[in-house]
């Protein structure tokens, strides 16, 4: 067997960790008895149209056509329907012929990566990250390089950034809205990313891509925009899935592209479409490939997430926590009152508060509370987060 396949096998991700632990719990003491903020699940419903364009694609559309096999990049109509709606709406300049259908952001990050880099290659990953990301690139024998994020406005310390590329850098992945911390690239730190690949590729004479990962990127609450890459840098791959916006995590459906403007174009969308050969993603779960055209620009109700989030922001901050206000995703991202966010874990769990320490993010300090949760489990947690802060002497 691979060594290296059997140790990832053998340990969990420290989130999945935690919300079997957290089922065990459940199970044990009674589910209303255990405040789990481990997972990114979403906790509201697919809307209705969802559900009526299955039922629609299942009693009209021959169904040896709908559960066969379609090409291995996608349905060419529905590759064509994506690309449309991202030209209305982000006018992102994008060609259906350069978006491959995938099983979900995973899938679309790890073919990304695998076409792009070689081993030895480097990939920056700006910290905190998901951490899934560095299982992806290290597989393919690259090095991650993670930069901190600026702990005041999680935006990227860009002293940091410039200081972390090399003549090896093939990469830099970024991820607005952000898993863990629920921050939004602003425009101007797009710029100046922008600003230092633009230098740096032509210091190396070969590009720089840049990997945006979207799942989140309708999921924001201030008045902010999530900026569309492939407006700003030319060696711009996007991964997006619709598990969140839609609420259709299990479905196992998204889509990565490469911007039109990209150096080699062509012989980049063919690495694309090989790394998908070579990892078995042919062919996107079809069901849900056709479902796309319809349900383009929809997302589930985010009134929930949105009042879910300035509940516990209100509640976090009476209790004494430090919360920072993120624009977007389902996350808070709470700073750790001693300076062992595993410890500051462990006796949260002891109160049975599961949330997640960021360590496994790629920093420390922190833990990620998921708020993509029934708003009653908010309230009932509370107490709970009181005699949490109380322990800390934040409150009384
Ligand atoms: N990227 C980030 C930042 C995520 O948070 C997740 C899932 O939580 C993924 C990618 C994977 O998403 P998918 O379910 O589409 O594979």
């Not at 410039?162 to 850098?169: I, L, V, Y």
């Not at 809205?177 to 921050?183: D, I, R």
């Not at 969140?244 to 490469?258: A, H, N, Q």
């Not at 879910?308 to 750790?336: H, K, T």
């Amino acid at each position: 067997m691979n060594e290296k396949m059997r140790e990832l096998g053998a340990r969990r991700s420290a989130i999945r960790e935690l919300f079997e632990y957290g089922k065990r719990r459940k199970a044990e003491i009674g589910a209303d008895r255990v405040f789990d903020f481990s997972i990114g699940n979403p906790s509201v419903p697919a809307p209705e149209r969802v559900r009526e364009t299955l039922v629609r694609l299942l009693s009209e559309k021959d169904p040896v056509a709908l559960h066969g096999y379609t090409s291995a990049q996608g349905d060419p109509s529905v590759r064509a329907a994506i690309a449309d709606y991202l030209n209305r709406t982000y006018n992102a300049g994008v060609d259906a012929n350069l978006i491959y259908l995938t099983a979900g952001a995973a899938a679309s990050l790890t073919i990304s990566l695998t076409a792009l880099l070689n081993p030895g290659d480097e990939a920056i990953l700006l910290a905190p990250f998901f951490p899934e990301y560095r299982v992806f690139a290290e597989r393919t024998g690259a090095k991650v390089v993670s930069v901190p994020a600026d702990p005041k406005t999680l935006q990227p310390d860009f002293k940091s950034l410039e200081a972390a590329f090399s003549e090896k850098t093939r990469v830099l992945l970024v991820n607005s809205p952000n898993n863990p911390t629920g921050a939004v690239l602003t425009e101007e730190s797009i710029r100046r990313i922008v600003g230092l690949l633009e230098v740096n590729q032509r210091k190396q004479g070969s590009p720089i891509w840049l990997i945006s990962d979207e799942p989140y990127r309708e999921l924001v609450w201030g008045d902010v925009t999530v900026p569309y890459l492939t407006r700003y840098y030319a060696n711009t791959l996007v991964c997006y899935s619709f598990s969140k916006s839609l609420s259709l995590p299990g479905e196992r459906i998204g889509y990565v592209l490469v911007s039109p403007k990209a150096e080699k174009v062509s012989d980049i969308y063919a690495a694309v479409c090989g790394a998908g050969r070579a990892l078995g993603f042919v062919c996107a779960p079809s069901l849900f490939q056709y479902m796309i055209p319809d349900c383009l620009g929809l997302t589930s109700d985010l009134s929930v997430y949105r009042s879910n989030r300035e509940r516990f922001l209100a509640g976090l901050r009476e209790c004494g926590f430090r919360v920072i206000n993120p624009d977007g995703a389902f996350y808070l991202f709470v700073e750790s009152p001693e300076p062992d966010a595993n410890a500051f874990a462990e006796r949260a769990k002891s109160l049975e508060l599961l949330v997640v320490p960021s360590d496994s993010f790629g920093c420390t300090g922190f833990v990620r509370i998921s708020y993509c949760v029934s708003p009653d489990l908010i309230e009932r947690s509370m107490p709970a987060f009181r005699k949490l802060a109380a322990s800390y002497g934040l409150c009384k």
